[in-house]
């Protein structure tokens, strides 16, 4: 099993520009989740789906889109890129018994 | 709704020495618990849980967390701490009927040679 895969490990935008980072899991876990973490900081819960069709918003989703059209991939969608979103992003699915992450997003805004 | 405390920030500990790094919980019901662990430019690994049974956990890296529900308490355990284990530690809790893992804000542990 590979996981939770996040594409892409590094990314550097301008203001404004839009980008996709994808996530996908193989572990056919219906629980998914984004997390933002800011540096020296914790996570921050951006968006969750608890299954295909359903999504949540979490603690910080302004900005943010998600969609689940599939129980594997999880895509997070910024539309129009700030500063303020510069940040590593982390994807997420679970189980009852556990949580496992991707490898994280470093996500620059300039 | 549930919640996670870890009360300290920062913790420094001697190499070879024992360490804890403290999490208190709240949550309705029976908890799920673990800790997570972050290294530097890296993703959280997992290194133990609590899900029922014995309230002492082993885990991961000698690690080892105990269960204390009157004190609704999950503190984080080692023996003799390494160097190697300066990292940023989570704990984190769900409810038996909960659909997220509710994470603490992180303890930073700085191991010193």
């Known amino acids: 099993n590979a996981g939770v895969t996040q594409t892409p490990k590094f990314r550097i935008l301008k203001i404004g520009q839009s980008m996709t980072l994808q996530c996908t899991q193989d572990?056919?876990?219906?629980?998914m989740y984004w997390y933002r973490q800011d540096p020296g900081m914790g996570l921050k819960l951006i968006y969750y789906s608890v299954g295909a069709g359903i999504t949540d918003k979490g603690e910080v989703p302004n900005g943010y889109n998600v969609s689940r059209s599939t129980t594997e991939d999880f895509p997070l969608r910024l539309e129009l890129a700030a500063p303020s979103q510069t940040s590593v992003y982390f994807c997420?699915?679970?189980?009852?018994?556990?949580?496992?992450f991707g490898s994280g997003t470093r996500l620059t805004v300039v | 709704a549930q919640s996670v405390a870890q009360p300290e920030d920062q913790v420094n500990v001697a190499e070879g020495n024992p360490l804890t790094v403290k999490c208190t919980y709240s949550?309705?019901?029976?908890?799920?618990l673990f800790w997570y662990v972050q290294y530097p430019n890296r993703g959280l690994q997992f290194l133990l849980k609590?899900?029922?049974?014995?309230?002492l956990v082993k885990g991961s890296y000698g690690f080892e967390a105990e269960f204390n529900k009157s004190q609704t308490s999950f503190h984080l355990k080692k023996p003799s701490a390494l160097v190697s284990d300066s990292a940023l530690y989570f704990c984190?809790?769900?409810?038996?009927?909960?659909?997220?893992?509710?994470f603490g804000p992180g303890t930073r542990l700085s191991v010193l040679p």
């Open positions: 949550v309705s019901g029976n908890p799920y």
């Open positions: 609590y899900i029922t049974g014995d309230n």
């Open positions: 984190a809790v769900r409810d038996v009927y909960g659909q997220n893992f509710v």
């Open positions: 572990m056919n876990h219906n629980y």
């Open positions: 997420a699915s679970s189980s009852r018994t556990g949580i496992d």
